[in-house]
């Protein structure tokens, strides 16, 4: 066990873990964050997608003693009253299904439109493909990453 | 307007009238009060009036709408509300909606499966809200002295004309109460809809999409502990025993503990199917050091049935091809005579393997067993059933089982079997503790409950005008009987000869998304177009010519036909007309049909150009389910299914070695990612005003025969083998 403050949706955080404890883990079973959610464990769903220092990082291999001075964000960061663009244009276009892997392609995607304001399909593909979603709202989330992009 | 009697769920009504005599209900259940909004809040009113097991009116004219079935993404959570509503005549954006714990005394059927939320309580949920609305209106007829039937609803509101009253529901609440429920309660006509038939959007969208905790993997209570199994590392194998004493004492493990799931005797449901019999329990304080501890923990296991592989499972099936059954399924006319005499003749044989449920939340449940009483809370399609083995394993009566469920991260079946909630209940009671077990996602695709895998031949023969006059078709499957011998082509075709067989295996099966149909649509479809390219014939109208003759000239006894053949070509008509069918677009298409779980839908599935396994570019699809109570969420759940079976069929396997799993995980088992999915879809619906089906399902079984009739066209090669990726099918011709 050792303590880390970690940084995360702007607020300083103290937990005593494992040093080898995914973030994922330390979100959800000791800080009480279930936004960020569980699917596979080994980088391959998305499921776990939160951004540190502002890229779309898996957290489900991100070990808590790596994290340092970071910054993390996590769905429940995103934004205050849940409306950044990719959570309305998300809701505008009825993207969920059973919502459970929408909280880390909703991560996905934002990380994407900060650095790429104006993605081609293509670099929506490319940069969503980690993200898996069983119920297959593909084809909804490419049209409201686009609608975000506009907004 | 019709008249229903409100026998359906009757009891559900006078009871809880009855109990709400008082007026005030109390209490949100677990889930509600996590996710009220601040709007929400603001808008509560002060008291809540009961006039039905299914709904509530506040006294500010809030209606809650209790949704009774499990929602694993289907979407009944919005779509259920919506029918008690429009019966009740309230304005959407006054509802909130709640998930109902399990209740038997109110709700029927609580169970997702079949796709027939909908179709099934279609009858009660109007009535519910029938009945409340009949309720408020006698409560204003009595306050204003007027007759009930001069009284008009819109909206929440009662308005009586003629003296110029008017009342919100909320100011009626309280009086409604203590009106005696009606005998009978009208209906509105299908004309006067103002809710069904409109785009709603998820009730819970916005707590998903701010990552509220919603599912049963968000549940953490406390002083609670988790607590994840190890089971045996290969079907055929059992418990043999541990030395756990190391593990133990590893941080954070509470216990490590060998414990019998089903001991012998116990009374199981259909439910348990799929459940191993002895586990492994590891409870610590977190997900991490269980995770940590389970690594660690060596457990010796033993020999106990035969170790099976993927290639014995294929030799078997492929044998039983092989071999008649005594008992055909169905039989019309003589096959035999008919190839003997047929011009041509056409014989193919599919196959697929099995495939994990994979829902993209692994399988997990709460429990809290206390010698009082057991509180269970998690994502369960099936809390009926699984609440009676609860009670029998636990040796308590049922009355002291509380099931409640959560929303889930997904189905298609997997939830269906709930041998993880008895888990669940054993482990809190040999703890003396409030627990969460974890699957892990190797532990979940890893268990089984998969869908079984299949073979199946065809064999069609063709009279020299191209006319369809005979086809055989003998189906097998590992642990499931293939065939639906009485669907589509059975009826339309004179000589006609279905056979099926099971083959027993120790790898455990159950239900996935579209039972059978996830297989046996997707051969047929593919092999009739075959049979259309032999008689020389469009694929589209060989089919119409098919169903003409069922439904002109029926073979057999059309009852026995369980398919609606004018509105199976119904939807192939719609299609047809949508796609522009026939006209040169440049690209590959296939066409395909399917009727299954009460809906039919055809689609035109078109790819892109270049590969050996080209993309889907557009997808046109046409569905005939009835009346469509939300069209927004029908779409959705149409798109997520013919994605389901594109990703499935192309990309998907589970296979074995010596009885073990060799896919575990998302990097051995593929799934369709956002590349790799169709780039447009659009759906239509024929509106034909006929009672709603379900669309869970039957939108994904024909959507796999459209692709590979498609794939024909773009590479001139016939994919008869499951998944397509993996299949290197020679040039035809
Ligand atoms: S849980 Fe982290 S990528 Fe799947
Ligand atoms: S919405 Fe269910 S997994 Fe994506």
Redesign the interface.
């Known amino acids: 066990?050792a303590t880390f403050t970690l940084n995360i949706n702007g607020t300083k955080q103290e937990v005593d873990?494992?040093p080898?404890?995914?973030m994922l883990?330390v979100l959800?079973?000791?800080l009480?964050?279930?936004?960020?959610?569980?699917?596979?464990?080994?980088a391959?769903?998305g499921?776990c997608t939160i951004h540190l220092d502002g890229t779309a990082t898996r957290a489900c291999m991100l070990t808590v003693s790596s994290v340092g001075n970071s910054e993390i964000t996590?769905?429940?960061g995103?934004s205050e009253e849940?409306d950044h663009p990719v959570?309305k244009a998300?809701?505008e276009v009825?993207v969920?299904?059973?919502?459970?892997?929408?909280?880390g392609q909703?991560m996905t995607a934002s990380a994407l439109l900060e650095k790429n304001p104006n993605p081609t399909?293509?670099e929506?593909?490319?940069a969503?493909?980690g993200?898996?979603?069983?119920?297959?709202?593909?084809?909804?989330?490419?049209k409201a990453v686009k609608l975000a992009a506009k907004s | 307007m019709t008249l229903v009697k409100t026998k359906i769920g009757r009891r559900a009504f006078i009871r809880n009238t009855g109990l709400a005599s008082g007026g005030l209900v109390i209490g949100f259940s677990w889930l509600a009060s996590c996710k009220m909004t601040p709007e929400q809040v603001n808008s509560l009113p002060k008291e809540w009036f009961e006039l039905n097991g299914f709904l509530k009116v506040g006294d500010n004219g809030m209606v809650t709408i209790m949704s009774p079935n499990p929602e694993?993404?289907?979407?009944v959570k919005t779509s259920m509300p919506m029918i008690v509503a429009e019966e009740l005549d309230v304005a959407w954006k006054n509802v909130m909606v709640e998930q109902a714990p399990l209740n038997t005394d109110i709700f029927t059927r609580q169970l997702a499966g079949g796709s027939q939320s909908i179709r099934q309580g279609w009858e009660s949920l109007r009535m519910a809200g029938a009945t409340a609305r009949h309720m408020l209106k006698d409560a204003a007829a009595q306050a204003w002295g007027v007759p009930a039937d001069e009284i008009t609803t819109k909206d929440g509101v009662l308005t009586h004309e003629a003296s110029g009253n008017s009342a919100g529901y909320g100011e009626m609440a309280s009086a409604a109460t203590s009106i005696e429920v009606p005998e009978e309660v009208q209906l509105k006509d299908n004309g006067n809809f103002s809710i069904i038939g409109t785009?709603k959007?998820?009730v819970?969208?916005?707590e998903?999409?701010?990552?509220?905790?919603?599912?049963g993997?968000?549940v953490?209570k406390e002083g609670m502990l988790?607590a994840m199994i190890v089971h045996p590392p290969a079907f055929g194998m059992k418990y043999k025993g541990m030395n756990a004493d190391a593990v133990k004492s590893m941080?954070g493990i509470k216990d490590v503990f060998h414990f019998e799931v089903y001991p012998e005797g116990i009374e199981k449901q259909w439910s348990d199917q799929g459940g191993i019999p002895e586990l492994v329990a590891i409870v610590g304080n977190?997900?991490?050091?269980c995770?940590?501890a389970k690594k660690s923990l060596e457990v010796e296991w033993e020999q106990d049935s035969t170790a099976e592989s993927t290639s014995y499972h294929e030799e078997a099936l492929a044998e039983l091809l092989e071999t008649p059954s005594e008992t055909p399924a169905r039989k019309d006319g003589d096959v035999d005579a008919a190839f003997a005499k047929a011009a041509k003749i056409v014989e193919s044989t599919y196959s697929a393997p099995y495939l994990a449920h994979?829902?993209?939340?692994?399988m997990n449940f709460f429990a809290h067993v206390t010698p009082e009483k057991a509180e269970l809370l998690g994502p369960i399609q099936t809390p009926e059933f699984a609440e009676k083995t609860v009670a029998a394993r636990l040796g308590m009566p049922l009355e002291k089982i509380d099931i409640m469920m959560t929303?889930?991260?997904?189905?298609?079946g997997r939830r269906l079997y709930g041998p993880f909630v008895i888990e669940a209940a054993v482990i809190s009671q040999k703890m003396n503790a409030p627990i969460k077990l974890v699957y892990?996602?190797e532990d979940d695709m890893t268990q089984g409950t998969y869908r079984p895998s299949y073979k199946v031949k065809y064999k069609a023969g063709l009279d020299e005008n191209g006319n369809l006059i005979a086809w055989h078709v003998r189906g097998a499957g590992t642990n499931d009987d293939l065939i639906f011998e009485n669907r589509f082509p059975a009826g339309a075709v004179d000589n006609y000869l279905a056979e099926k067989h099971s083959l027993q295996t120790n790898v455990t099966t159950g239900a996935w998304r579209a039972p059978r149909s996830n297989f046996v649509a997707g051969a047929e479809q593919a092999f009739m177009d075959e049979v259309a390219e032999a008689a020389g014939k469009d694929p589209l109208e060989f089919r119409l010519e098919l169903f003409d003759r069922a439904i002109n000239n029926p073979v057999g006894d059309p009852e026995q036909n369980d398919y609606d053949p004018e509105r199976y070509a119904g939807v192939l008509k719609l299609v047809k007309e949508k796609a522009n069918w026939g006209a040169e677009t440049g690209k590959a298409r296939g066409v395909a049909a399917y009727y299954c779980h009460n809906s039919y839908v055809a689609q035109v599935i078109e790819l892109e150009d270049g590969g050996d396994m080209p993309r889907v570019d557009n997808i046109i699809c046409a569905v005939d389910c009835g009346i469509v109570i939300n069209p927004?969420?029908a779409k959705?759940?149409i798109?997520?299914?013919?994605?389901?079976g594109i990703?499935h069929s192309t990309y998907s396997a589970m296979s074995f070695e010596d009885g073990k799993p060799q896919q575990s995980?998302?990097?051995t088992y593929r799934?369709?990612?956002?590349?790799e999915?169709?780039?447009?879809?659009e759906v239509h619906f024929v509106d034909n005003g006929i009672d709603p089906t379900g669309l869970g399902e039957p939108s994904l079984p024909p959507a796999i025969a459209a692709l590979s009739n498609a794939l024909y066209k773009a590479t001139g090669r016939r994919f008869y083998k499951q998944p397509f990726i993996n299949d290197k099918p020679p040039l035809v011709g």
């Open positions: 066990m873990v494992d080898s404890t995914p883990w959800r079973d000791h009480n964050l279930v936004g960020t959610k569980y699917g596979c464990g080994i391959q769903c499921a996590t769905i429940e995103l849940g959570q998300w809701l009825d969920p299904q059973c919502g459970y892997c929408q909280a909703i399909d293509e929506i593909e490319m969503m493909n993200n898996i979603c069983r119920c297959g709202t593909y084809t909804r989330i490419k | 694993i993404g289907q979407n785009d959007k998820n819970d969208g916005k998903i999409v701010t990552g509220k905790p919603l599912f993997l968000d953490y988790t941080p977190s997900t991490w050091e995770m940590q994979n829902t993209m939340e692994p929303r889930m991260g997904g189905g298609f892990s996602r927004l969420a959705n759940q798109e997520g299914g013919m994605i389901d990703g995980n998302f990097d799934l369709i990612r956002h590349s999915a169709p780039k447009n879809i």
